[in-house]
């Protein structure tokens, strides 16, 4: 193995006297600078996301954004209560799709979605077996034919800030690994190593007297190991490949070697270094999965490792999420037998898991977005 370089010199991030740890939304903007984020603890996530829309919508659009509000909240609440799994599928679609456009208007994505459509098509390939050959079309919006909104599209650019280059197929096999609970039910299923690589720090770094400030990733290295991947494959698979590189690291906790993986390039500030942490954050957020807990740490992030031919239907945690929920309503609404046989399959524990696990993961991610602030359920009442 070739020799690693040496850590680029630096120390960690400090605001007011305390080490910055990682967040999608590490800090907030006071009148004159930035300050250290805190973790929001809510029992009831639905009234934190009403307070975020009525504080951040637009007047215009805050009608709309409140009533589809009330939907999701009540689709949930259905769907929580009813008696077979296999009528939650739907009625989870359509509280994650209303969530979706409050969110997509209080960031003003668009100011209505009256008349918007779906933004999918499900699709089997000619073999027909479902889930294995069942594929979504994703349009791009506005619809090319008569100029409507697509949700999925829409949902994608409020969610990550770019859309869809052109219509695209999603493949559900290459969907359904992209979640993280009950992630290695998937595994076991598919006969395949599993994706997900848990990062056991991530660490904003600053050289004072180059004005240079940079992300590192910590791993452990057993990690690795256990996948039978090399370095070279774990950048490459995590599509980190010419933006990280690994250098030494002496560090062992428990016994268990880190690895640390460091920004190539690093970025200039001007004035604070905490001006530029948003910028880190953005160019790293995409490469990271993140599940919600009500113990310390609250949040947890993980790479996810995929074929360089899966790489392009990679969608970002929420859209994955929202993507795989429409295809189960769909089956559930229009073919429901087929659900049935796909419950009693090899993947049958991985829906089911998606199906009971999922949701609340997915308010409390969103919730998240709404409020611009890491938000979680306490652990205790």
């Known amino acids: 193995m070739s020799r690693l370089a040496p850590p680029r010199e630096g120390e960690r991030i ?4 305390r080490p910055l740890s990682f967040s999608f939304w590490p800090l907030y903007r006071t009148s004159r600078r930035f300050g250290l984020q805190s973790t929001v603890f809510a029992l009831d996530p639905w009234i934190l996301i009403r307070s975020s829309i009525k504080s951040r919508c637009p007047a215009a659009s805050l009608p709309e954004a409140l009533s589809c509000l009330e939907q999701s909240q009540d689709f949930y609440s259905a769907s929580a209560t009813a008696g077979m799994m ?46 294995d050959d069942a594929f979504l079309q994703a349009f791009t919006s506005p619809n090319t034919r008569n100029g409507a ?71 452990f290295a057993d990690d690795l190991t256990r996948l039978g991947i090399s370095r070279a494959t774990f950048l490459s698979e995590a599509r980190l490949y010419g933006t990280f590189r690994e250098v030494k690291s002496d560090v062992n906790i428990g016994g268990r070697r880190i690895l640390r993986f460091e920004q190539i390039l690093a970025n200039h500030y001007t004035g604070r270094p905490s001006d530029e942490v948003p910028n880190l954050v953005a160019a790293i957020k995409p490469f990271l999965w993140a599940t ?32 795989i929920t429409y295809y189960l309503g769909s089956i559930t609404r229009y073919r429901p037998h087929h659900f ?3 419950a009693q399959g090899r993947m049958g524990p991985r829906i089911e898991e998606f199906i009971s696990g999922q949701p609340l993961q997915f308010i409390y991610l969103l919730a998240s977005e709404f409020a611009k602030q890491d938000v979680t359920k306490p652990s205790i009442v």
């Open 14 to 17: 400090t605001v007011r006297k």
């Open 86 to 131: 296999a009528s939650r599928p739907l009625l989870l679609y359509y509280c994650f799709m209303n969530l979706m456009k409050a969110y997509a208007l209080t960031v003003q994505q668009q100011s209505s979605f009256d008349q918007a459509q779906h933004g999918f098509s499900e699709r089997l390939r000619p073999s027909r077996r479902e889930l």
């Open 149 to 219: 909104l697509n949700l999925f599209d829409e949902f994608l650019k409020a969610i990550s800030g770019s859309g869809l280059v052109a219509d695209i197929n999603l493949d559900l096999p290459v969907l359904l690994p992209q979640i993280v609970p009950g992630h290695r039910l998937w595994a076991e299923a598919a006969n395949s190593r599993e994706r997900f690589i848990s990062v056991h720090d991530i660490g904003f770094n600053v050289n004072y007297a180059s004005n240079e400030i940079w992300i590192t990733l910590d791993l």
């Open 292 to 323: 919600v807990a009500s113990v310390p740490p609250y949040r947890r992030y993980y790479l996810y490792l995929a074929p360089a031919a899966e790489q392009p239907q990679i969608l970002p945690q929420l859209l994955s999420i929202y993507a």
């Open 340 to 342: 049935d046989a796909i």
